[in-house]
């Protein structure tokens, strides 16, 4: 008996898994290759490595269009802008070594990381911030979720958002990308990226004071 097909749903949630792993991989690596830049023979280590994990971002890419997750609404390449000053960063995801990975990669910023919707939304009410990296997929309370809220609640800060995805599995949540105006960074990605969208942001225009 041949085996049965796979099913949509478990190859994007399995993309979803691989690519938050790899997204710690990934800029993880970066930075030690940015440590040891002066170090021919551990850099080269280091760049093969990153080869590899770019090799199998792209399998976990193909995984999501089988899914039927599309990439669509990545964030496209454009010309570097300067290094942003440093500015307050609020990081919301449910992932401990995503908000370990972005932390390090952001750390010439102030940042805030927060590990559920709940305790993102307490932050943006009694805090100033320049940039919200939010991942959309959270137990309890998702990314959509809040960003819905802040939009309703406090419309300022929404612009603010940059969303995060391993994979947008569910008809909501593709509906969503599609129509939302903000940066999508899809994972696994890499600090440059993700240090290139936080200066698009913080250039834009200065932290928003929370309402009273």
Aim: aromatic fraction near 6%.
């Amino acid at each position: 008996m041949p085996p049965s097909s796979p099913d949509p749903g478990d190859l994007s949630r399995l993309a979803h898994e691989m690519s938050n792993s790899l997204a710690y991989v990934t800029t993880n690596l970066n930075l030690l290759a940015e440590e040891l830049d002066c170090d021919g023979r551990l850099s080269a280590i280091v760049a093969d490595a990153l080869e590899g994990a770019e090799r199998l971002a792209d399998e976990v890419r193909e995984l999501r269009r089988l899914g039927w997750a599309t990439d669509d609404t990545s964030v496209q390449a454009a010309v570097p802008r300067p290094a942003a000053a440093p500015s307050r960063i609020l990081v919301v995801d449910d992932e401990p070594a995503i908000l370990v990975a972005v932390e390090r990669v952001l750390r010439r910023h102030e940042v805030v990381t927060v590990d559920s919707a709940a305790a993102a939304w307490e932050r943006l009410s009694a805090e100033p911030f320049d940039v919200v990296l939010c991942d959309l997929v959270m137990p309890e309370e998702t990314g959509i979720e809040l960003f819905q809220r802040v939009s309703g609640e406090k419309p300022d800060l929404a612009s603010r958002f940059v969303f995060m995805t391993a994979g947008g599995f569910t008809s909501r949540t593709r509906a969503f990308l599609a129509e939302t105006r903000n940066p999508v960074l899809h994972k696994p990605f890499d600090a440059k990226t993700l240090r290139w969208v936080v200066a698009q942001h913080i250039h834009s225009a200065a932290a928003v004071e929370p309402s009273p």
